[in-house]
């Protein structure tokens, strides 16, 4: 059969913002799904959201309302949304009261009135809230198995879109007749974590859909249900081929050290304990891609955006003249009891505006401890698959990370990250003739050769200046305490690494 | 305790225009329980018949002070209302003092929808039941276009 003679099946937007990429897409027309979870989990809303998304004046949607949340109560609330348009209602929303027949009658009746009201509107949309309280009432399995199958075929007859909205607890998954008859399972979770509730949906099931497996965070805010999916939205795009071009840092020693710059669609580590100079590097970092043309991002956590731009000012760089030409967004961001997915959204919006070629993450360490408790868990997992979308797509990313320390030995991440990363820069104070100094090495590049040379530098009026020559008189600097050696220095050009990795 | 502003001229131009109404279909109803009826069968298929009983006895206590007559009607369990048609026939010498109750009845009702569900969708909800009826009058609380 070819593709041709094939049924296509519409795709409905969700009217959920990142739902529709998680489902695949959109929900399919004419499919008959059960949104499920706890109380307080988001399912009415999000039905809404589908509701107002679809439904027209021609092809209304009916929302039955059974026992539970009075139906006035629930317009009242439902209305405080942004995306409920009241004039839409009863025209292209009709909402119809079930409780009575729910009460009084049986599942027969509840099915007659349904079918009845169906008949006379011909809705696009039909959601049935709360289902579940139909079938606490004293019916047989058999008599509840027969009610569904023929709702579900009714309804897909009469080509509506139809939700059955229900409070199931997570071991009622198995074996339940009327999951086997839905074509998709919404289940939403809500957990508490410590002091944050951690929301996550997740598409159970989904017929002739390709949705993203796994579980994803969502939050409800003011504009209803918003979602964030795994792959941040960015499944769809093909991934760059790697590039041979090389990103400058505006230092042109550390180029040289780097074998020509940063690799076009790197992730960077620099590393390195407090004062070390990780923000100026970045900053430099992200100036220089402005002043070569490429839009860049700042993400900091630690600092408001109007002090960072006065740091970089301080160093003789202009970052507000790009912020007002759209060339660089500086974002701050505290999150305090968001999900790391939400914050990287707000990352990759923010990348995605702008066309965003340079990004800048100063700190990690900050980004961790600006998500709430119940996320940290998360957050190598997520950073993983942010720079793994965003260096797919040509974006070079640069982060910063604090080390703590230590005398006897050489870490180079105390975060255990550095598996994210391409490139590992590594600065560090040395003691050397009585003074504090500063020192840095390229610990690794993924992509080719770079210096082994360890090098001195000083943060200075310009930013972070290299100094000299490589430190070839000193035993054991990168303990922190090297040893004077009488040995020469007979090397001028810095020694390039032959490309072999380091164990990070 | 009074109606909110601007729903006793709601009311009053709603039972004016089940009054027009009512002319040309020679309707033995009173206009205040024509308008009470449409706005239950309205309500009532979302709210449900206990949803609509439950709104129709706070309208009807909120309004006794205002009416004491009104202490003869009641609510029947359906939502329908029972006595009101008799206390507006008490006073067939003040037709005005007549159609007092059931103005201040229908202005309560309206108050709690909008209390409860705000100004634009309450509009909605009557513009669909009184599909011929203007509700853009600048002058009205519950008037102004939505």
């Known amino acids: 059969m070819s593709t041709q003679d094939k049924v296509k099946i519409n795709k409905l937007p969700t009217g959920v913002p990142g739902l529709d990429e998680i489902v695949g897409g959109g929900l399919p027309e004419f499919s008959f799904n059960i949104i499920a979870g706890a109380p307080g989990s988001g399912k009415t809303t999000l039905a809404h959201q589908f509701v107002f998304a679809n439904a027209s004046s021609e092809r209304p949607a009916l929302y039955f309302t059974v026992l539970g949340e009075s139906a006035i109560k629930m317009l009242r609330y439902q209305q405080q949304y942004t995306f409920f348009d009241p004039a839409r209602l009863p025209g292209s929303i009709r909402f119809i009261n079930l409780s009575q027949v729910v009460l009084e009658q049986n599942l027969g009746a509840v099915l007659e009135e349904i079918t009845k009201e169906v008949e006379k509107t011909n809705p696009a949309v039909v959601v049935v809230d709360s289902f579940r309280t139909m079938v606490r009432k004293q019916e047989s399995d058999m008599d509840l198995q027969s009610f569904i199958q023929r709702l579900a075929l009714f309804l897909a007859s009469w080509q509506a879109t139809t939700f059955l909205i229900g409070e199931y607890a997570e071991d009622e998954l198995r074996d339940n007749p009327i999951f086997t008859v839905a074509d998709g399972l919404l289940w939403l979770r809500q957990t508490a974590e410590r002091n944050s509730i951690v929301r996550k949906l997740q598409i159970v099931k989904l017929r002739g859909q390709d949705s993203v497996p796994g579980l994803h965070t969502f939050r409800i805010t003011e504009a209803g249900v918003q979602a964030f999916s795994r792959t941040f939205g960015l499944t769809a795009r093909k991934r760059n081929p790697p590039s041979d071009r090389r990103l400058s840092f505006g230092i042109a020693e550390l180029d040289k050290m780097l074998g020509g710059g940063v690799r076009e669609g790197d992730s960077v580590l620099v590393a390195g304990s407090s004062g070390t100079g990780k923000s100026v590097l970045a900053t430099q970092f992200i100036a220089e891609g402005i002043r070569q043309g490429e839009p860049g991002i700042v993400a900091v956590f630690e600092e408001r955006p109007q002090a960072y731009a006065e740091r970089a000012a301080s160093l003789g760089l202009d970052l507000e003249t790009p912020q007002k030409d759209g060339k660089l967004t500086i974002l701050y961001l505290r999150p305090l009891d968001l999900s790391v997915d939400e914050t990287m959204h707000s990352i990759l919006d923010a990348v995605q505006k702008i066309g965003a070629k340079r990004l800048v993450i100063d700190s990690l360490a900050g980004f961790e401890m600006a998500l709430s408790p119940g996320f940290r868990a998360d957050f190598r997992e997520s950073l993983y698959r942010m720079i793994f979308a965003l260096t797919g797509i040509g974006v070079t990313i640069l982060s910063t990370v604090e080390v703590d320390e230590s005398f006897t030995e050489f870490t180079f991440s105390t975060y255990s990250v550095s598996f994210l990363t391409d490139d590992i820069i590594r600065l560090r104070y040395v003691s050397i003739d009585g003074q504090l100094r500063k020192v840095m090495v390229v610990i690794k590049m993924r992509g080719g050769n770079h210096a082994k040379d360890i090098r001195e530098y000083e943060i200075t009026s310009k930013g972070v200046v290299i100094l000299g020559k490589r430190l070839a008189n000193y035993q054991g600097l990168i303990s922190g305490i090297p040893v004077h050696s009488d040995r020469p220095d007979l090397t001028e050009a810095p020694s390039l690494d032959t490309g072999i990795e380091h164990k990070t | ?146």
């Open chain 2, 1 to 146: 305790m009074t109606a909110i502003p601007g729903m006793r001229d709601l009311a009053h131009r709603l039972l004016t225009y089940e009054a027009g109404l009512g002319k040309s279909s020679e309707s033995m109803e009173s206009p205040a329980t024509r308008v009470y009826e449409k706005l239950r069968q309205s309500l009532g298929e979302f709210v449900g018949v206990a949803g609509f009983y439950s709104l129709a006895t706070r309208a009807l206590t909120l309004s006794r002070p205002e009416v004491p007559s009104l202490i003869a009607v009641r609510v029947a369990a359906d939502g329908s209302l029972r006595g009101l048609g008799e206390i507006e026939n008490q006073f067939d010498i003040d037709k005005d003092q007549a159609g007092e109750g059931g103005i201040v009845l229908i202005a309560r009702l309206l108050g709690l929808l909008r209390i409860f569900l705000g100004e634009a969708l309450t509009l909605s909800l009557l513009r669909n039941a009184w599909p011929g009826a203007a509700f853009d009058d600048q002058n009205s609380a519950l008037g102004r276009k939505a």
